[in-house]
């Protein structure tokens, strides 16, 4: 059974740092294909940021510059290093996890494209 535990989240102010975590169990983690979402009061989930099984990483325009996606596969954990925060950043960290996504490459950012997630980890940005 495929068990996704997120971890990291906090409160930071503007222009700090923060780095989540998702350990993954129950499955073969170098086979699937993983992903960060996001989910503000009152806003569908987005996608953050994914990274397919040779490491090729993808980001929303919103955080190209400022994250990045990374993997240990001897851990089994999923990465989200988030640098220069911004309070429209504030929201529900989700890590989700997909064996066979129809679609690849910038696809991999759609949350249908999933159907594993964690419960997600929560990340305040002050101004």
Do not use: H
Request: hydrophobic share 30%; aromatic share 12%; with cysteine.
């Amino acid at each position: 059974q495929v068990q996704l535990v997120e971890s990291g989240g906090g409160s930071v102010q503007a222009g700090g740092s923060l780095r989540l975590s998702c350990a993954a169990s129950g499955y073969t983690y170098s086979s699937y294909v993983m992903g960060w979402f996001r989910q503000a009061p009152g806003k569908e989930r987005e996608g953050v940021a994914a990274i397919e099984r040779d490491g090729s990483a993808f980001y929303a325009d919103s955080v190209k510059g400022r994250f990045t996606i990374s993997q240990d596969n001897a851990k089994n954990t999923l990465y989200l290093q988030m640098n220069s925060l911004k309070p429209e950043d504030t929201a529900m960290y989700y890590c989700a996890a997909e064996l066979n996504p129809p679609y690849g490459g910038s696809w991999l950012l759609i949350p249908n494209e999933y159907n594993y997630w964690g419960q997600g980890t929560q990340v305040t940005v002050s101004s």
